[in-house]
């Protein structure tokens, strides 16, 4: 039988939205939930991630783990290669359940392609020159820059170091099944591959092979994470907040967006889960903010960040809600140690571990942070287990596609990623923008950009 694993409370947002106003949003839960499940919304052809639970059945996982396992086997480090939804879902997953040290973790996951710097890409080659290594490229388009950059580097560097045929053996490149550069350069180079089925959106990937690949090399059972997911689909379904647990937080998010609160702070108290609310926030903010419209995702790692963002949380512009981001249960309890002198005046919480301490950390900010006349609700999570991650990541992507519609946005597409592009392979000489190039050019002329 399954177990819901994380559960919502907006006990303290039915104190300021007057009685009524959530049941009232049944309504809209059941007309986005109808337009999902129908399949005719706004980008209903990207639809494929609302049945990947299901659809990524045992023999799609076994053959993906069945390449992990080897690679498991023959490589110290993976090097993924990819930006966006080509890469936080498998961050925050490894993150979320792995040892706190990446030296801790065999073989390690490291990430590349997800920024354009030469100093990153200089030391982590220095870091695996006397490593066993294997890279997985990830690139639905098999055109990004980013990533397509690091990865000819990198690619220079393993086929120096192997050799060209048993580079190609180590480099498995995650793409659309039939078009882009990078499918082609796989096909003639014998890559192995996985698809990345072209009904689903590079933010709600995580559950394809571009999030379970390096989560299972990472050792982390990747059929639980589906079978989280499947759980979710239960508890995420349906016509109204009672029992549908997306469409609820998705309501309430509308509900505070509407009445002024345009940012949201996923703000968590564990370490471990600052790449889920990374990942969280490309979900929300590429998904959400266009059509001059959209909530504002931001993400806090508390308590680190009440010492440096705390002050605006409690007295900046009252534009905030906060969604608290809590885990029940670590995976280690760790007791604060009494001493016979008391000279840190410590002493009254000796016996007491950590997550009692946090828990009361929570507790305080919680209700400060209502008392500054922020909006606060909280998600809880029961563990650190695959199951619960996997019902995690399905809880934001449904309740996020919801939110989405109920903003009256095409929550699956992201036509504004494309403006900087455009101007950065103009400004590169990029053959097809050389107009545009010339634009830009007069239009820096004098300027030191
Ligand atoms: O969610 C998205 O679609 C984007 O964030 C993409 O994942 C990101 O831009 C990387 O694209 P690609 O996988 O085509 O390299």
């Known amino acids: 039988m399954s177990v819901q694993k994380i559960s919502y409370n907006d006990r303290f947002i039915r104190d300021i939205v007057p009685s009524g106003e959530i049941e009232m949003y049944n309504a809209s839960i059941a007309d986005a939930e109808k337009m999902l499940m129908a399949k ?20 799609k996982i076994a053959s993906i783990q069945s390449v992990a396992d080897e690679i498991r086997g023959k490589a110290d480090i993976l090097i993924c290669v990819g930006i966006g939804g080509s890469y936080l879902g498998a961050r925050a997953a490894i993150e979320y359940m792995s040892n706190s040290f990446d030296d801790m973790r065999k073989p ?8 354009i710097n030469s100093d990153y890409i200089t030391d982590l080659l220095e870091l695996t020159k006397d490593k066993e290594v294997a890279i997985n490229v990830v690139s639905k388009s098999g055109t990004t820059t980013e990533p397509g950059v690091a990865f000819r ?25 039939h078009k882009g550069a990078l499918r082609k350069l796989a096909g003639e180079e014998g890559y192995a591959t996985f698809e990345i089925p072209a009904d689903v959106g590079g ?18 059972d990747i059929s639980s994470l589906v079978k989280g997911a499947c759980e979710a689909m239960d508890f995420c379904s349906g016509n109204s ?36 609310a990374e990942w969280w926030k490309q979900l929300s903010g590429e998904s959400e903010g266009k059509s001059n419209t959209g909530i504002f995702p931001a993400a806090l790692d508390y308590t680190t960040d009440l010492h440096s963002m705390g002050q605006y949380m409690q007295e900046g512009i009252r534009n905030i809600f906060e969604t608290f981001l809590v885990l029940k249960k670590t995976k280690h309890s760790v007791a604060i140690p009494k ?31 209502l008392d500054g006349g922020v909006p606060a609700a909280t998600i ?16 934001f992507e449904k309740a996020i596609a919801l939110s989405g519609y109920m903003l009256r946005v095409n929550p699956f597409d992201q036509p504004g990623v494309e403006a900087y592009k455009k101007n950065m392979f103009a400004l590169l000489g990029k053959a097809g923008f050389t107009d545009l190039g010339a634009k830009l050019s007069s239009r820096m002329q004098g300027m030191d950009l």
């Not at 933010?203 to 982390?220: D, H, K, N, Q, W």
């Not at 469409?247 to 345009?262: D, E, K, P």
């Not at 919480?349 to 209700?367: M, P, V």
Request: aromatic share 12%; charged share 25%; glycine share 8%.
């Open 108 to 115: 390690r996951v490291l990430f590349a392609g997800h920024s």
């Open 339 to 369: 001493f016979s002198d008391d000279g840190d005046e410590l002493n009254y919480l000796a016996g007491r571990s950590f997550e009692d301490i946090n828990s009361n950390a929570y507790k305080g900010t919680l209700l400060a942070h």
């Open 40 to 59: 005719n919304g706004p980008g209903n052809d990207f639809l494929g991630w609302l049945d990947l639970p299901k659809t990524m059945n045992k023999e």
């Open 380 to 395: 809880t999570l029961d563990d650190r287990s695959e199951t619960t991650l996997g019902q995690l990541f399905y809880f």
């Open 241 to 276: 907040f009672e029992k549908n647990l997306a469409g609820h937080y998705a309501a309430v998010r509308n509900i505070l967006f509407r009445r002024g609160f345009t940012t949201e702070v996923l703000a968590s108290f564990q370490p471990q889960l600052h790449f889920v």
């Open 203 to 220: 933010r709600f990937s995580v559950l394809t092979a571009v999030g379970l690949f390096p989560i299972a090399v990472a050792g982390i």
């Open 153 to 177: 580097v990198i690619r220079q560097w393993m086929e120096e170091r192997y050799g060209r045929k048993e580079a190609a053996k180590r480099i498995i490149a995650t793409t659309d099944p």
